[in-house]
């Protein structure tokens, strides 16, 4: 199958699991909320983003094990391939057991240092020990995600994803109707994890993803040390990036307290789906950048990756914009006015998801050429910096000042970073790559956020349903027709739509 077909498989599928996700959201939060007050909601949140710290004894392996998978996947059964396999599976497996192991012992002194109420100290330390083993458990089962990914054919999972949240609902549904409370969420999560595990399973073995019997190559140290001499890079990176975005609740709950925790997890729900949406444009075209560069294919490669930066800054825009636009009405709606904030919160989130959305391009070029260099040390200090930031930001502006102080430090650390390497990779300008390469998006932006602004105004005292539709179908409407009008390149447009019909041949 050609490279481009996978990419949209990839794409495509990985929209469909962003709208299975986007429906289950909708429909367990006011779930939940219905069965659990604010401050058990607030707890949740805090243990599925603690629980995402365990995560950092993956060391940056997961990531390396897929990029040098993707190295060899051409010569599946030259040795090399099934050493790397055999080792990752076998450091997946070692670093699941040390989650299980460390999140248990730690789920009882976690309490007092986040002062969680007395009332729920016991249940947080049961359900926090309980979410370790499990993620312990997914650990063990990611060399799977690595062989699919490095083939590209991350659209199989994409759509078993997409099919268990239903699951996860039906359980999660079945276990507040028995009275498991917050247990009933742990039990959702286990179900899917299972259901993924098994199909990721199911798949490597259908599509004969791993070498022929007798080619696996052997469990050596010169195999192990080209994954880790990566990982070690990935690992500063992944630990940056955690600070960055896995902190939030974690700083509200101890500057703002329980109940604003469960504010920013539930008024943020929009904007982090609106960011999986918009990420997923490069994402889902990794796999297939990174077979370009391994095939020294340069002069594609530049031309992918502008396309993917301009492609993913405008639907940046478009999509931040409507968001912003709509997430009032929409919070009125979905909670019945129980979670509010600010529209000025909404325009920051906005912005903000502009921002990471072109340094995220930016930085994923060095992943895809492996030529990490100071990038991991510039997101460890971003990161290190944003949580005094943030802490210092929000006892004086709120939810406000987390917000702006990562906009503000994504640009001064990775932003500009990001542009200068990928400047010197090309060897090109760094005004090209920032300026000329973006301009159709800029060009954009300055006629739809004002746009999106008046429709916003102008609808402020309409009710809360017909508002969402209005602003909704006007802003979102508005954003697509300039999208492909002023959007993107005029060569874009036509190879898309070529592409679409099918007269041209896949590369």
Same mark, same amino acid.
């Given at each position: ?46 243990? =599925? ?27 599946? @059964? ?40 007395? @009332? /729920? ?104 040390? $080209? ?10 990176? =992944? ?13 509200? =709950? ?45 002069? /594609? ?24 636009? =709509? ?76 917000? *702006? ?9 990775? *932003? ?78 036509? $190879? ?12």
């Amino acid at each position: 199958m050609s490279r481009f077909r996978y990419a949209a498989q990839a794409f495509a599928s990985s929209y469909l699991v962003l709208g299975a996700n986007l429906i289950y959201t909708m429909a367990s939060v006011p779930l939940a909320l219905h069965y659990l007050g604010k401050q058990e909601f607030g707890l949740w949140a805090l243990i =599925t983003q603690i629980a995402s710290y365990f995560a950092l004894i993956d060391f940056g392996m997961s990531g390396a094990v897929a990029r040098i998978l993707a190295d060899h996947k051409d010569e599946r @059964n030259g040795g090399n391939y099934g050493a790397i396999f055999k080792t990752g599976a076998l450091v997946f497996t070692i670093q699941g057991l040390l989650i299980a192991i460390l999140g248990t012992a730690l789920s009882w002194i976690l309490p007092g240092i986040m002062a969680i109420p007395d @009332n /729920l100290r016991a249940l947080f330390a049961i359900l926090m020990a309980a979410q370790c083993v499990l993620l312990g458990l997914v650990f063990c089962t990611k060399i799977l995600g690595s062989a699919l990914w490095c083939h590209q054919r991350s659209d199989i999972v994409n759509i078993v994803s997409a099919a268990v949240f239903g699951i996860n609902f039906a359980v999660l549904w079945l276990g507040f109707h028995l009275g498991l409370g917050l247990y009933s969420m742990l039990l959702s999560n286990a179900a899917g994890m299972f259901c993924i595990a098994l199909a990721s399973w199911i798949a490597t073995l259908r599509l004969r993803l791993y070498p022929d019997r007798g080619c696996w190559g052997t469990l050596s140290w010169k195999a192990f040390r $080209e994954v880790y001499d990566y990982a070690k890079n990935l690992f500063l990176i =992944t630990i940056g990036t955690q600070l960055l975005t896995a902190s939030q609740v974690v700083i509200v =709950t101890r500057t703002l307290g329980l109940d604003a925790a469960a504010v920013w997890s539930i008024a943020t729900k929009v904007f982090t789906l609106a960011q999986q949406i918009v990420f997923r444009v490069c994402d889902s075209s990794l796999a297939a950048l990174v077979e370009m560069f391994v095939r020294r294919e340069i002069s /594609l490669l530049q031309k992918r990756f502008r396309h993917l930066l301009l492609l993913s800054a405008s639907l940046s825009i478009v999509v931040g914009g409507t968001v912003a636009a =709509t997430n009032g009405s929409f919070l009125a709606i979905w909670t019945q006015g129980r979670i509010q904030w600010g529209p000025e919160n909404d325009a920051l989130m906005a912005v903000l998801l502009a921002f990471y959305t072109v340094v995220r391009c930016y930085t994923a070029l060095m992943d895809v050429t492996k030529e990490l260099r100071g990038l991991k040390y510039v997101t460890l200090a971003e990161g290190i910096c944003f949580v005094p930031a943030a802490v210092i930001l929000s006892h004086r502006m709120g939810f406000a000042g987390i917000i *702006g102080a990562a906009a503000l430090l994504d640009i001064i650390f990775l *932003g500009t970073y990001g542009v200068r390497r990928t400047a010197r990779y090309f060897q090109i300008s760094a005004k090209t790559v920032l300026f000329v390469w973006l301009l159709p998006a800029l060009r954009m932006a300055l006629f739809f956020l004002p746009v999106a602004g008046l429709i916003w105004w102008l609808t402020r005292g309409i009710a809360p349903l017909p508002r969402l539709f209005l602003c909704g179908s006007i802003t979102g409407g508005t954003g697509v027709v300039l999208l492909f009008a002023a959007g993107v390149t005029s060569d874009m447009r036509e $190879e898309l739509f070529a592409r679409v019909r099918g007269l041209l041949p896949a590369k």
